[in-house]
């Protein structure tokens, strides 16, 4: 039917030729921009009251607004005949939604274009980076800047538009561009100067440009604009571009040496091709060790490890020699902070092909190796990954499932045989294991800070610096969850140098959550917002899906759980990817849209918060569903639940998102009516 439509910028619609459509008075460009930002779903006429006016509407709203879609359908669709029915902006249900394929909406034009850019060559990267980024014609909706229903579409767009500014010039300065991409760049970072990868990529350009003194001066200048004006340290990022630039102006040598190890790189490769037969176990090793390597490389090489692991391991098995299976297996040391797997069902296949590799060694095999099995069992039994059968429900009485039993206790046999050989590698990879097993009850903040000093003290004896970013990520979790956010940011910027030096990337993401969360909770969300923006970003594209699905959900309920009995709006969390957080948020949007006994029926079913970081935070949520509904076994469940951590921060041990002190919590369940039923 030809019709596009315009969100960024001024709200707007085009007819088939491109002419613009007169869509009349504010309020009708208003109803068009709001059923756009509902993504074809239905948007009932109380809802559009209750949008349109934010407050005690009139009287004729609803025929006021029934008259608004009236004449927005006339000008949408000006030649069809008076008594059939309409097309584009249709009546349903209780409500309307506006028809409209993705090519019609320059929005959802810009985030498919994005992704092509993102997935193309530079030259073509930058190319699609300037189609996306022309069809912006100013902020997003922007006869509406204060409209509370746009305030989410708004911030992730507008989010969106900066990464594609500056990937863009990263495409740029791949393609050689270098001096059109610092132009550029300082352009943004003048506009945006809070935005670290802004900063970055003009430090990498005006020093390709041999502009290398000015290049540390804009290092310089963003480190005193991100502590002065934007309360946060400097992440690893600008620490690594700065020792990049002085590195290479310390002249031919530093190139020279760099250059020598990319030659013998390709001659030792090269040299292994000719050497080693194709199929043999030297290749099989080989190959673990080279996806182990990979994996703690930056977001590419995690998801290339992640893909590759399990077909070594597939391989190692085909061979039918159990010894280097189990060698295959529990060589992959790589140290995991988040408890929800990035692959379930890989993980699931690893514990078990781990089990049959220790249930197969002889009786006299090495200690040492049947202790990797066993870390390995426990670090990707993380959360429900290992679950042989359904989690229960979150109204039934706690049992423990023999999949986390069996995790436990591998966990706590491998720290045991860890201990006894003395060897530093293996026990830090079994704390790394008992951490994840660490999870059977909410409010063991105190033994995970506890695992988390272990951690630090073992690697920085033994130089383990890949644990030793664990560990500390580990105590600056529990210290979070603790209330003691002070001695949780000296685990922070401690990490952020660590990292740098080691070149462990994807640890200024979590660095990056915390000071979100600790913002938050010293000055409020409205501070903390823009920094949640930055940190949703960081996770995007940072190749760990366990920890960025659903992430914008969760940064979506921080102001609804921190408010007292407060209920979410379902069109606040309508364009937000709920991922694996949906069966716990499901009741309590529920119960925000007014679906009383449809809330209760989903309590009744809803599983147990999984055994990971965010078990307090859920059980917080269910308890607020169930709250709102009066549902009291999930009342009284997620009481007893969350006891044990009365003096913790709700979901704070997750480094991500705070829901503030369990205890607040607490209270609220304890003076519910359902519960003295």
Same mark, same amino acid.
């Given at each position: 039917?030809?019709?596009? &439509?315009?969100?960024?910028?001024?709200?707007?619609?085009?007819?088939?030729?491109?002419?613009?459509?007169?869509?009349?008075?504010?309020?009708?460009?208003?109803?068009?921009?709001?059923?756009?930002?509902?993504?074809?779903?239905?948007?009932?006429?109380?809802?559009?009251?209750?949008?349109?006016?934010?407050?005690?509407?009139?009287? #004729?709203?609803?025929? *006021?607004?029934?008259?608004?879609?009236?004449?927005?359908?006339?000008?949408?669709?000006? +030649?069809?005949?008076?008594?059939?029915?309409?097309?584009?902006?249709?009546?349903?249900?209780?409500? &309307?939604?506006?028809?409209?394929?993705?090519?019609?909406?320059?929005?959802?034009?810009?985030?498919?274009?994005?992704?092509?850019?993102?997935?193309?060559?530079?030259?073509?990267?930058?190319?699609?980076?300037?189609?996306?980024?022309?069809?912006?014609?100013?902020?997003?909706?922007?006869?509406?800047?204060?409209?509370?229903?746009?305030?989410?579409?708004?911030?992730?767009?507008?989010?969106?538009?900066?990464?594609?500014?500056?990937?863009?010039? /990263?495409?740029?300065?791949?393609?050689?561009?270098?001096?059109?991409?610092?132009?550029?760049?300082?352009?943004?970072?003048?506009?945006?100067?809070?935005?670290?990868? #802004?900063?970055?990529?003009?430090?990498?350009?005006?020093?390709?440009?041999?502009?290398?003194?000015?290049?540390?001066?804009?290092?310089?200048?963003?480190?005193?604009?991100?502590?002065?004006?934007?309360?946060?340290?400097?992440?690893?990022?600008?620490?690594?571009?700065?020792?990049?630039?002085?590195?290479?102006? =310390?002249?031919?040598?530093? @190139?020279?040496?760099?250059?020598?190890?990319?030659?013998?790189?390709?001659?030792?490769?090269?040299?292994?091709?000719?050497?080693?037969?194709?199929?043999?176990?030297? +290749?099989?090793?080989?190959?673990?060790?080279?996806?182990?390597? %990979?994996?703690?490389?930056?977001?590419?090489?995690?998801?290339? *490890?992640?893909?590759?692991?399990?077909?070594?391991?597939?391989?190692?098995?085909?061979?039918?020699?159990?010894?280097?299976?189990? +060698?295959?297996?529990?060589?992959?040391?790589?140290?995991?902070?988040?408890?929800?797997?990035?692959?379930?069902?890989?993980?699931?296949?690893?514990? +078990?092909?781990?089990?049959?590799?220790?249930?197969?060694?002889?009786?006299?095999?090495?200690?040492? %190796?049947?202790?990797?099995?066993?870390?390995?069992?426990?670090?990707? $039994?993380?959360?429900?990954?290992?679950?042989?059968?359904?989690?229960?429900?979150?109204?039934?009485?706690?049992?423990? @499932?023999?999949?986390?039993?069996?995790?436990?206790?591998?966990?706590? /046999?491998?720290?045991?045989?860890?201990?006894?050989?003395? /060897?530093?590698?293996?026990?830090?990879?079994?704390?790394? #294991?008992?951490?994840?097993?660490?999870?059977?009850?909410?409010?063991?903040?105190?033994? =995970?800070?506890?695992?988390?000093?272990?951690?630090?003290?073992?690697?920085?004896?033994? #130089?383990?610096?890949?644990?030793?970013?664990?560990?500390?990520?580990?105590?600056?979790?529990?210290?979070?969850? !603790?209330?003691?956010?002070?001695?949780?940011?000296?685990?922070? @910027?401690?990490?952020?140098?660590?990292?740098?030096?080691?070149?462990?990337?994807? *640890?200024?993401?979590?660095? $990056?959550?915390?000071?979100?969360?600790?913002?938050?909770?010293?000055?409020?969300?409205?501070?903390?917002?823009?920094?949640?923006?930055?940190?949703?970003? $960081?996770?995007?594209?940072?190749?760990?899906?366990? !920890?960025?699905?659903?992430? /914008?959900?969760?940064?979506?309920?921080?102001?609804?759980?921190?408010?007292?009995?407060?209920?979410?709006?379902?069109?606040?969390?309508?364009?937000?990817?709920?991922?694996? &957080?949906?069966?716990?948020?499901?009741?309590? %949007?529920?119960?925000?849209?007014?679906?009383?006994?449809?809330?209760?029926?989903?309590?009744?079913?809803?599983?147990?918060?999984?055994?990971?970081?965010?078990?307090?935070?859920?059980?917080?949520?269910?308890?607020?569903?169930?709250?709102?509904?009066?549902?009291?076994?999930?009342?009284?469940?997620?009481?007893?639940?969350?006891?044990?951590?009365?003096?913790?921060?709700?979901?704070?041990?997750?480094?991500?998102?705070?829901?503030?002190?369990?205890?607040?919590? !607490?209270?609220?369940?304890?003076?519910?009516?359902?519960?003295?039923?």
């Amino acid at each position: 039917m030809g019709v596009a &439509y315009g969100l960024l910028g001024p709200v707007a619609a085009w007819d088939g030729d491109g002419e613009p459509l007169a869509l009349g008075a504010p309020r009708h460009r208003e109803v068009l921009s709001r059923l756009l930002v509902a993504r074809g779903r239905v948007v009932p006429v109380d809802r559009l009251v209750a949008d349109l006016w934010e407050g005690e509407a009139p009287a #004729g709203a609803v025929g *006021a607004v029934r008259t608004f879609v009236s004449a927005l359908r006339r000008v949408l669709e000006p +030649r069809r005949p008076p008594r059939r029915a309409p097309r584009l902006l249709v009546t349903q249900g209780p409500g &309307y939604v506006l028809h409209a394929g993705r090519d019609a909406v320059d929005a959802w034009r810009f985030e498919d274009i994005a992704g092509r850019a993102g997935a193309a060559a530079p030259r073509g990267a930058v190319a699609l980076w300037d189609e996306a980024l022309a069809l912006w014609r100013g902020p997003v909706i922007a006869d509406f800047p204060g409209a509370r229903w746009a305030a989410a579409d708004r911030a992730r767009l507008e989010a969106l538009r900066l990464h594609a500014v500056e990937r863009r010039s /990263d495409a740029l300065l791949a393609t050689g561009a270098v001096r059109e991409a610092a132009v550029e760049l300082e352009a943004h970072v003048a506009a945006h100067p809070w935005r670290e990868d #802004g900063w970055v990529l003009l430090a990498t350009a005006l020093a390709r440009s041999g502009r290398r003194g000015e290049a540390l001066e804009a290092l310089r200048r963003a480190r005193r604009t991100l502590a002065r004006d934007h309360g946060t340290g400097p992440g690893p990022a600008l620490a690594r571009a700065e020792d990049q630039i002085l590195k290479g102006s =310390r002249g031919a040598g530093a @190139e020279e040496a760099a250059g020598v190890a990319d030659g013998v790189w390709g001659r030792a490769a090269a040299a292994w091709e000719r050497s080693v037969p194709a199929g043999s176990r030297a +290749r099989l090793h080989a190959t673990a060790g080279l996806l182990r390597d %990979l994996a703690v490389t930056g977001a590419t090489g995690l998801e290339e *490890a992640r893909v590759h692991r399990q077909s070594v391991v597939a391989a190692a098995e085909a061979t039918g020699d159990a010894d280097l299976t189990a +060698r295959i297996i529990g060589s992959y040391d790589v140290p995991a902070v988040w408890t929800r797997a990035d692959d379930s069902e890989g993980a699931g296949q690893l514990v +078990r092909a781990a089990a049959r590799a220790a249930a197969e060694q002889a009786p006299g095999a090495a200690p040492a %190796l049947r202790a990797r099995l066993l870390s390995v069992v426990a670090v990707e $039994s993380r959360g429900d990954a290992a679950a042989d059968s359904r989690p229960g429900r979150a109204v039934d009485a706690p049992v423990l @499932e023999p999949w986390r039993a069996r995790a436990e206790r591998a966990a706590e /046999d491998a720290v045991r045989l860890a201990r006894q050989l003395g /060897d530093p590698a293996l026990l830090a990879f079994a704390l790394n #294991g008992a951490f994840m097993q660490s999870f059977g009850r909410c409010g063991n903040c105190t033994g =995970r800070e506890t695992t988390g000093r272990e951690l630090i003290r073992l690697s920085g004896d033994h #130089g383990l610096p890949g644990h030793e970013v664990l560990g500390r990520l580990v105590r600056l979790q529990a210290l979070a969850g !603790l209330g003691d956010l002070d001695a949780a940011e000296k685990e922070a @910027e401690a990490t952020d140098r660590l990292a740098a030096r080691s070149e462990r990337p994807l *640890a200024g993401v979590f660095t $990056s959550w915390f000071r979100a969360l600790r913002t938050c909770e010293t000055e409020g969300w409205a501070t903390a917002r823009p920094l949640y923006a930055r940190a949703l970003e $960081s996770t995007a594209d940072c190749g760990m899906p366990g !920890l960025a699905r659903g992430a /914008d959900a969760l940064v979506a309920l921080v102001p609804v759980m921190r408010a007292d009995g407060a209920l979410p709006s379902p069109d606040d969390f309508a364009g937000l990817d709920t991922g694996p &957080y949906r069966p716990w948020l499901e009741p309590l %949007l529920l119960a925000g849209s007014g679906a009383a006994d449809q809330a209760r029926r989903a309590l009744d079913r809803v599983p147990r918060p999984p055994h990971d970081l965010l078990q307090e935070a859920l059980w917080c949520v269910l308890a607020r569903a169930a709250q709102a509904v009066g549902h009291a076994p999930v009342l009284r469940r997620a009481g007893d639940a969350l006891a044990p951590a009365r003096h913790e921060l709700a979901g704070a041990a997750s480094g991500l998102v705070s829901f503030g002190p369990v205890a607040r919590h !607490l209270r609220a369940v304890e003076d519910a009516p359902a519960v003295h039923e």
